[in-house]
């Protein structure tokens, strides 16, 4: 069973630019959630998609946004790139909408470098 | 809201010997995952161990033991028989259900850095 696969796994953009990471859960997975981890402030949640629809959002600006497709894999997008974007993003795909008793399993991470 | 307090910024522990990583929680929530990761220099997340808040009996997965004290609300690791490549940041985490609202939102803790000596 394949697991949680990133793309890409590296990426280098300028200030200002745009940037699409993608994300696709394991299969069977409906669910997938993003985080942010830098080393000043840590592993931050960004938001969670389950059948298409994003159920939970963290405390990020309006330049961060997804959407999740039909076959569960998942794209988060971040607009006007500032330099403190630069961060490992990760990706955890689960098997149901988040309850409580369910596993999350984490792709290898994109680590982006915003010059 | 949920919080996970990790107080252990590094840990050292000589190959083969055991060691414990703490983690406190809270929660007002009486549904809750509990689960710790192993980070890699390589960046990547991997699962090593989960708790459910009822589940009686401490999880355990191969070398890998969780020590769940509810009333306490910790959740320590116990890593039995160390090796050179558990050296490694290890993170605490936290998933409730927040009254419905949280779904799959996980909280993490700031990481312990372990490191093994030969």
């Known amino acids: 069973k394949a697991g949680v696969t990133q793309t890409p796994r590296y990426l280098i953009k300028t200030r200002g630019q745009q940037v699409t990471l993608s994300c696709s859960p394991i299969?069977?997975?409906?669910?997938v959630s993003w985080y942010q981890q830098t080393p000043g402030q840590g592993l931050q949640f960004l938001f969670e998609y389950f059948s298409e629809t994003q159920r939970n959002k963290g405390n990020f600006p309006g330049r961060f946004s997804g959407r999740q497709f039909s076959n569960s894999r998942s794209e988060m997008n971040v607009s006007t790139l500032e330099l403190g974007d630069s961060a490992l993003y990760l990706c955890a795909s689960s098997s149901t909408a988040g309850f409580p008793n369910t596993e999350a399993f984490f792709g290898q991470g994109t680590r982006l470098t915003v010059v | 809201a949920q919080k996970i307090t990790q107080t252990q910024p590094g840990m050292f522990v000589q190959e083969k010997e055991a060691v414990t990583l703490d983690c406190t929680y809270d929660?007002?929530?009486?549904?809750?995952?509990l689960f710790w990761y192993k980070q890699p220099s390589s960046g990547e997340m991997i699962f090593l161990i989960y708790q459910g808040s009822y589940d009686e009996q401490n999880a355990t997965e191969g070398r890998y033991s969780l020590n769940f004290q509810k009333a306490r609300k910790s959740a320590n690791l116990v890593i039995s028989a160390s090796q050179l490549g558990d050296s490694a940041m290890y993170f605490c985490?936290?998933?409730?259900?927040?009254?419905?609202?949280?779904?799959?939102?996980?909280?993490f803790g700031q990481g312990t850095i372990l490191t093994v000596h030969p």
């Open positions: 985490a936290m998933r409730a259900n927040a009254g419905g609202t949280s779904y799959g939102k996980l909280t």
């Open positions: 299969s069977g997975h409906r669910s």
């Open positions: 929660t007002s929530d009486q549904s809750y995952g």
